[in-house]
């Protein structure tokens, strides 16, 4: 083959490259979803693709076929930088060979509020002994975000946990005895103690224990890496490994652990990214009405 041809046998195939560079990067698309959001996609997907991944913010993310292509849910944690991230979408063709798009994540940036809380002393200023215990108790609560269930065939909750009034909002900035804190991590509902909590979703009971800042807390675990969190409770009524159906009781309003006055704090970890629980309600759900005394 003489150099002349092998040039423009090079430049042919730099075109063929280029030309499927284009085509891949038209099929690109741009989702939008805000800090603490949880990302719905819903996409086209060829019938002949096959061990489907949809991977974006360092995790894989549970997805389904549908009859006209794919659904797939991304969490989006509370601190997520804003900006674009990367969403691979990949599998594999009848043929083996391997087929994938990228996409981008717009992440948008939300202006959480600030939290005051005034509590006593000791939940505020812990010594070691006490220290070691509010450890080991997160450390528990860590093991079961991570913990897999037989999964649901949607995330959607069916109902909220409990009626009430909005007290804290997700994300907030807390403020205890005029010290900065994590951001809260879910929302709190303040009602009056012994109103019924009732499990929004099927799952798994993972944790069902007494703890020191948490009071009566309560995990369960739904699938999908879908974990919902109840503190503060007056009481525990479910034991760890019980399952749960949708709307079964799980226990009752109270004020145990760091608490002002009695409320339910819910949260939720998807894949261990914090998410404001009232993205995973049904469009039609009784929304919570805000306090309007909220600092």
């Not at 009732?198 to 007494?210: Q, T």
């Not at 948490?214 to 890496?225: C, F, L």
Request: proline content about 5%.
């Amino acid at each position: 083959m003489s150099l002349f041809t092998a040039a423009r046998a090079i430049k042919a195939l730099l075109l063929l490259i280029a030309c499927w560079l284009i085509s891949t990067n038209a099929m690109a698309q741009t989702w939008n979803a805000d800090q603490g959001g949880i990302l719905k996609i819903e996409m086209a997907l060829p019938a002949s693709v096959s061990d489907i991944q949809v991977r974006a913010l360092e995790t894989n993310w549970p997805q389904r076929r549908t009859d006209h292509g794919l659904i797939a849910w991304i969490g989006v944690d509370l601190a997520t930088k804003p900006g674009e991230h990367a969403l691979l979408i990949s599998g594999r063709s009848d043929s083996g060979d391997t087929w994938q798009r990228q996409d981008v994540i717009l992440v948008h940036e939300v202006a959480f509020p600030k939290s005051y809380i005034d509590v006593e002393k000791k939940m505020a200023e812990f010594d070691a002994e006490t220290l070691v215990r509010i450890r080991a108790e997160a450390g528990r609560l860590r093991a079961a975000y991570a913990e897999r269930v037989k999964a649901a065939p949607d995330i959607v909750f069916v109902q909220q946990p409990t009626e009430g009034i909005l007290s804290s909002p997700f994300g907030a900035r807390r403020i205890v005895n005029g010290e900065p804190r994590s951001p809260h991590s879910g929302i709190d509902i303040a009602a009056a103690e012994g109103v019924p909590i009732h499990a929004p979703l099927a799952g798994r009971v993972l944790v069902s224990e007494s703890m020191y800042l948490n009071g009566n807390a309560v995990a369960i675990g739904h699938g999908n890496g879908l974990v919902s969190v109840y503190t503060h409770m007056q009481s525990l009524e479910v034991e760890h490994g019980q399952w749960l159906d949708a709307g079964e009781r799980i226990g009752a309003v109270g004020m145990s652990g760091r608490s002002t006055g009695p409320h339910l704090h819910w949260g939720v970890r998807f894949n261990n990214a914090r998410i404001d629980p009232r993205n995973l309600l049904p469009a039609d759900a009784s929304l919570l009405q805000p306090n309007k005394d909220e600092r």
